[in-house]
């Protein structure tokens, strides 16, 4: 493997060219910490999220989805503690115009003294005192820009599960322990951004809050962590590379009983890429105290009123889509050569077969084209006929295909083609009419 800078270099490298992720708006230079995803990544990224999905909601009774609006009233964020203190300390450098957070190791001295170095331009003394600078982007809501108009985009989607708590459970008919999932976007103005997907201003997040009763919230943040850990290894990542990490007292928010993050080791260090919270009634209390709306759960069994405890699984997609590119990346030699391969587990691969004739002529192209306008039927498929059949498989290799089909002159004989294995490199020979069932097959899982 190379070092691990250079990894993450050649991964931004590998997702621009395979059509994986752009930057945003490229052609005007870029915007800070945005990036869109190609045709590839949002195949890939739509895989995770369909698979947190299934796993959580449809698979169980006990949750409910929700996808509530990215807009909110003001007032939300007043109670959820976000506009107090959604915060980070952040230093100036008055003569490059660049800005930090405060605890930024790059920076040499204190902050607001003579001494201070900025780290871009080595400027001394040109380093501002930390001030408070909250993550939270805002715009207006109606024709006026006012002070009084002033909405947020949201920095999570968890607050659109707390206001809507009482009308799931109503409408849904649930009781007691459940909970509700949601994936949508969330917005940070973070301030030391990078590291290509992994922290960004614009992201996705898959939530999911789970309503117990108090007392009952041990129990269930036990259950959460076993169940995260678990579908996180349905997903391939290698187990040496995930640890947990328990908050420390510091770490902790003032109102939760417990949180552990999920870390994945990126080739930058590691990092968390999912958190299991214990929230207590934090939420639902603060959102009852300045709502003015009971959200009170009435236990049928036993006639006690309530608000329910919360224990939060909460994701980032695009940090799960990194952990899963980064935990895919491999350069091997095959035959003397280098190969770079994404070995991505199969049902999450974007392209799940690429067809081939090996050579543009002897009735090979007509068969493959049929081959392949079968299979695009089930399974997002590419066909690829340009430059030698070495460099296709490369090209595929890198976009993690997990079966490449090669229809050559024994196919136009027999009816049968060649299934290489992405991975092991090996080579069948498969019926063509069976190969919808051959992939289908090896999906499993
Ligand atoms: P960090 O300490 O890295 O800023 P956080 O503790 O603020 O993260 P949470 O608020 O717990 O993160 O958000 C839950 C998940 O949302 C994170 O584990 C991460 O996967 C994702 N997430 C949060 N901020 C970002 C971001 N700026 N870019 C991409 N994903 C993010």
Redesign the pocket.
């Known amino acids: 493997m190379p070092p691990p800078d250079n990894v993450m270099e050649k991964l931004v490298s590998l997702a621009k060219r395979r059509g994986f992720v752009f930057q945003s708006s490229e052609i005007y230079g870029g915007l800070g910490s945005v990036w869109d995803y190609g045709p590839l990544g949002v195949e890939l990224k739509k895989n995770i999220k369909e698979r947190w999905w299934r796993s959580m909601v449809h698979e169980r009774e006990d949750i409910e989805g929700l996808d509530a609006a990215i807009l909110m009233h003001p007032k939300v964020w007043e109670a959820s503690g976000h506009v107090a203190g959604f915060t980070d300390p952040l230093v100036d450098c008055k003569h490059c115009k660049n800005r930090f957070r405060a605890d930024d190791p790059r920076i040499k001295g204190t902050p607001g003294e003579p001494t201070a170095q900025c780290p871009v331009c080595g400027s001394k003394g040109t380093l501002t005192a930390p001030r408070l600078f909250n993550l939270m982007f805002k715009t207006f809501i109606g024709p006026v820009e006012e002070a009084a108009a002033i909405v947020y985009l949201r920095p ?1 989607t968890a607050q659109g599960i707390y206001v809507n708590y009482l009308n799931v459970l109503q409408s849904a008919r649930q009781k007691i322990p459940f909970g509700v999932a949601q994936i949508g976007k ?1 917005f ?1 103005n ?1 301030i030391t ?1 990078g590291n290509f ?5 614009e ?1 996705e ?1 898959m939530e999911m809050q789970f309503f117990v009763k108090p007392g009952t919230d041990l129990e269930w943040f036990e259950f959460w962590r076993e169940q995260r850990m678990k579908w996180l290894a349905g997903l391939g990542i290698r187990p040496e590379k995930l640890r947990w990490h328990q908050h420390t007292k510091e770490e902790l928010a003032h109102y939760a009983k417990d949180a552990y ?1 999920i870390q994945y080791q990126f080739p930058f260090g590691w ?5 299991i919270h214990n929230r207590s009634n934090f939420d639902l209390s603060r959102h009852q105290e300045y709502s003015g709306k009971k959200l009170e759960y009435l236990d049928p069994a036993t006639n006690e009123r309530y608000i329910p405890y919360v224990v939060e699984t ?3 997609a ?3 889509a990194l952990v899963v590119m980064a935990d895919a990346y491999h350069e091997e030699d095959v035959e003397g050569e280098k190969r770079v391969v994404m070995r991505l587990l199969p049902s999450l691969a974007p392209l799940k077969a690429a067809v081939f004739p090996l050579v543009n002529k002897d009735g090979m192209p007509e068969l493959a084209r049929r081959i392949f306008d079968d299979l695009h039927k089930s399974y997002n498929a590419f066909y690829d006929d340009g430059g030698s059949i070495g460099r296709r498989y490369r090209r595929q290799d890198e976009a993690g295909t997990p079966f490449g089909i090669t229809i050559d002159g024994q196919s136009t004989q027999d009816g049968t083609v060649t299934v290489r294995d992405r991975d092991s490199l090996r080579q069948e020979r498969v019926a063509a009419d069976r190969l919808t069932g051959y992939v289908a097959d090896k999906l499993k899982g």
Do not use: L, V
């Open positions: 999570e969330a940070r973070e951004p997907i992994f922290r960004t201003r992201f997040q993050d990092q968390e890429f999912e958190g909460s994701a980032g695009d940090r799960t």
